[in-house]
């Protein structure tokens, strides 16, 4: 086989069939763990394994030990990537799959994922034990040689919807405030970072949750792999760099995308550096600030359907041309 698609799950029946059959390849296999799901997910993904080439393990696990696991677990010397099974995948998913260099060096980054061969990331630690950011974590942490700006997939379901399924009750509340402390580890937040991330949260808030948060988070461990910027911000930076032209690998541009959290943007002038290199790397674009608070650039106006279905919000979501 040629490719590992590798994943990790819990509870997710409902959305599972769609995903796999988006990202399902004849020259592949396709390696889950399973956290011990209670919906029946574990028993359709049985139901799957023949027809899928399905690989399947069951683990306690965050999201990012889950997918260490699965890694692992993938044939040696593959071509491996990750996906998640409340998403659905598209053309372009498939496209730069195969595109993607067979160097061992080699990563290739995309807005959601990244292709690269299985022994590159277990030689640099492979997958932190965390539940958010951990893609941003790994990403900033092994480096990447390509940055793909093309949108691979559409949500299956909203994100209030994705937690619920997780917890309900006071277990809800306590898996929130663990996700906290998983963000600011993983995307390596300083007190600075935190105060843009979280400046519209009252006074009162900032003190008794958003402060010992962060000293928490501290004792535990921040994994902050940039100098000057935060993991996402550094990335985003990096991805400028090493961006390539959506033209060169086939992929139409109804797909691209690049952005990210308007706070940061501004804080650090990002807009006004990925304003003045951007067209450079991919010709025009157009820039909209949207209503969850991300700055996003696009191509065509075509796109923005495609960027509702890949959004939490779904058919809420709005942008508004930016006009500085």
């Known amino acids: 086989m040629n490719y590992c698609i590798y994943a990790t799950v819990f509870n997710n029946v409902s959305t599972l069939e769609e995903s796999v059959k988006s990202v399902w390849r004849s020259d592949s296999i396709i390696v889950i763990t399973d956290n011990y799901s209670t919906d029946g997910t574990w028993e359709r993904l049985q139901g799957l394994k023949k027809d899928y080439n399905l690989i399947l393990y069951r683990l306690k696990s965050t999201r990012g030990k889950g997918r260490d696991y699965s890694l692992k677990h993938c044939p040696e010397n593959s071509i491996t990537t990750y996906f998640d099974l409340d998403m659905r995948y598209n053309e372009s998913f498939h496209k730069i799959l195969e595109w993607a260099p067979r160097d061992k060096r080699t990563l290739v980054n995309l807005v959601n994922g ?56 006071l277990k809800y509340y306590a898996r929130r405030f663990k996700n906290k402390l998983d963000v600011i580890r993983g995307l390596g937040y300083n007190w600075s970072d935190m105060n843009i991330v979280y400046s519209k949260h009252s006074t009162s808030y900032k003190i008794f949750i958003n402060a010992p948060s962060y000293i928490l988070a501290k004792l535990m461990g921040i994994y902050r792999n940039y100098r000057e910027y935060n993991n996402g911000v550094g990335t985003i930076l990096s991805a400028l760099d090493k961006m390539i032209d959506l033209k060169e690998i086939g992929v139409n541009d109804k797909y691209f995308l690049f952005g990210g959290y308007w706070g940061f943007f501004s804080a650090y002038n990002l807009d006004k550096i990925i304003d003045e290199k951007l067209p450079s790397k991919v010709g025009r674009v157009r820039k909209f600030i949207c209503n969850d608070n991300g700055l996003r650039y696009v191509k065509t106006l075509e796109e923005f359907d495609i960027i509702k279905l890949a959004s939490s919000l779904k058919d809420k979501l709005e942008c508004n041309e930016f006009n500085p």
């Open 114 to 169: 990244f292709v690269v061969k299985r022994e590159t990331i277990l030689e640099k630690g492979s997958w932190r034990n965390l539940n958010r950011a951990e893609d941003w974590e790994i990403v900033s942490r092994v480096g990447f040689d390509y940055f793909i700006p093309a949108l691979t997939h559409a949500e299956l379901r909203n994100e209030l919807a994705r937690e619920r399924r997780y917890a309900k009750g």
